[in-house]
């Protein structure tokens, strides 16, 4: 189970910087070993100053798609607060935001062992068109998993594990 919530938070970071843009700029990744031998990756994103973050908020409310995904991005890392990451992620999504539809297209596909092909599919086509970074990767499996009619545990990206996943309940099933 350790071994999978690490790949997972692995998965996450290498399609978050690979979504990287000038407005996520994450600087340079750290790597700090743990006393049981993990590997820890660190990002330190950059602080906004109160003018930005009060011009994004007034974009992101006004419909900037961008500008609510650079502030939900902010506040999921060096902003720490959650429950406003969670608020401009959703109108991110709302807004059609193709880098927030990428990442919510690889998360789906990489960590739901059931995800909706249908919505996936659609948001991975549209961060895809617009240049997002691993979209085309996502894409290109979820169409191979259409065309085959299985939805693999395994593939490049996705690596469903599911006694993990769908642990039994305490009777067992």
């Not at 545990?153 to 469903?160: A, G, H, M, P």
Request: positive net charge; contains cysteine.
């Amino acid at each position: 189970m350790k071994q999978y919530i690490y790949i997972g938070i692995i998965a996450s970071f290498v399609f978050a910087v690979g979504c990287k843009t000038s407005d996520h700029d994450t600087g340079k990744p750290e790597t700090h070993r743990l006393e049981d031998g993990t590997e820890v990756i660190v990002l330190s994103l950059p602080k906004k100053s109160a003018a930005e973050i009060q011009q994004l908020t007034k974009d992101a409310n006004a419909g900037d798609g961008k500008a609510a995904d650079s502030l939900a991005v902010y506040y999921d890392g060096a902003g720490n607060d959650f429950k406003k990451a969670r608020k401009y992620y959703a109108l991110a999504e709302k807004l059609r935001c193709p880098q927030t539809l990428g990442r919510i297209a690889f998360s789906e596909w990489t960590r739901n062992p059931t995800p909706d092909l249908n919505k996936i599919e659609e948001y991975a086509r549209i961060a895809a068109q617009a240049g997002v970074k691993r979209a085309d990767e996502v894409l290109a499996e979820i169409v191979e998993a259409r065309a085959s009619g299985v939805i693999p545990n395994k593939t490049k990206l996705r690596l469903i594990v599911p006694e993990i996943d769908n642990p039994p309940n305490a009777a067992g099933r």
